[in-house]
């Protein structure tokens, strides 16, 4: 069991440094909320901190999990940053989604400081994450990511190295590219179906098992069916996320015809009100348009 501190208590860190703590993990949590911090302790144990300096002070693992690049920075390398109190060998794990390039960039910061850097990913959404079976994808050092994985895996279905730092995040915006087409065609789908006249619920058990079943069928089109929109990843961090893949895909030469498409719906999203919505809301844009 290690001393291991958690930064970001959002629907994602809250039950992630939970799997943390139930299995015997010395944890402190950081928050930029104090409440949910106090939250969390009163719910799993443990100890929270003022900063996320304090919160790294003597821990071998500084797990992250926060919004968008500048929040990393902020938390990694601002003044009161987790860096300035890890000591060398500590290693550092982001599981927030964000550019390769900043990954990079911390990387070597930490590096200078004999910390190491595993940037780590996940998907799976808020049910993964309270149920323990995140997809966690990975980069790094060999060597730092052997010491993260055996913690990693208190919430991780499967967990694996890609490849040097940037290779996880480079590995979520694939995963975020296929989920944009995926829930863009169900919704298709369960349009047409609804325009049809037919019965859903018997067409998706017949389809889902063939070639067009998928996890976002299995678990979403019930909810999208009854115009529940509440159920996971929302719309506002999925255009944060596919703004990385396209911005990603100019600098690599990578066509993402769909992809472009995909966001500039979820934009139409956002325009009804959605921000908040989760991502199969895309049936709610087609719903509007009649």
């Not at 860096?83 to 964000?98: K, L, N």
């Not at 960039?105 to 595993?118: D, K, P, Y």
């Not at 050092?141 to 694996?160: F, L, T």
């Not at 996880?168 to 325009?195: D, P, R, T, W, Y």
Request: hydrophobic share 45%.
């Amino acid at each position: 069991m290690a001393k291991v501190a958690f930064l970001g208590l959002g629907v994602m860190g809250f039950p992630m440094a939970g799997h943390l703590a139930s299995k015997g993990h010395e944890v402190t949590v950081y928050n930029r909320t104090g409440a949910k911090a106090a939250a969390w302790v009163k719910a799993h144990g443990g100890r929270s901190a003022a900063s996320p300096r304090e919160a790294a002070l003597g821990a071998a693992f500084v797990m992250a999990c926060v919004g968008n690049d500048d929040d990393l920075r902020a938390v990694c390398t601002g003044p009161e940053g987790a860096f300035g109190g890890m000591s060398a060998g500590a290693v550092f794990v982001d599981h927030t989604t964000v550019s390769a390039a900043v990954t990079r960039e911390l990387a070597t910061a930490a590096s200078a400081a004999a910390i190491g850097f595993v940037d780590a990913p996940v998907s799976g959404g808020q049910a993964g994450a309270e149920n323990g079976v995140l997809s966690v994808m990975c980069g790094g050092a060999e060597a730092d990511y052997a010491k993260a994985e055996p913690v990693i895996a208190a919430y991780a279905r499967i967990c694996r190295r890609l490849g040097p730092s940037g290779a996880g995040q480079l590995a979520k915006m694939v995963n975020q590219i296929c989920i944009a087409g995926l829930v863009q065609g169900l919704s298709e789908g369960l349009h047409f179906a609804e325009k049809a006249g037919l019965d859903i619920e018997a067409v998706v058990e017949v389809i889902s098992q063939g070639a067009a079943g998928s996890w976002q069928m299995a678990n979403r089109h019930k909810t999208m069916k009854d115009g529940k929109f509440d159920y996971g990843f929302a719309v506002d961090w999925m255009r944060k996320d596919l703004g990385i893949c396209l911005m990603t895909a100019d600098e690599n030469g990578a066509s993402l015809p769909v992809t472009a498409l995909v966001d500039q719906f979820y934009k139409d999203v956002q325009k009804l009100g959605g921000g908040r919505w989760d991502t199969s809301s895309l049936l709610a844009r087609l719903r509007k348009l009649g």
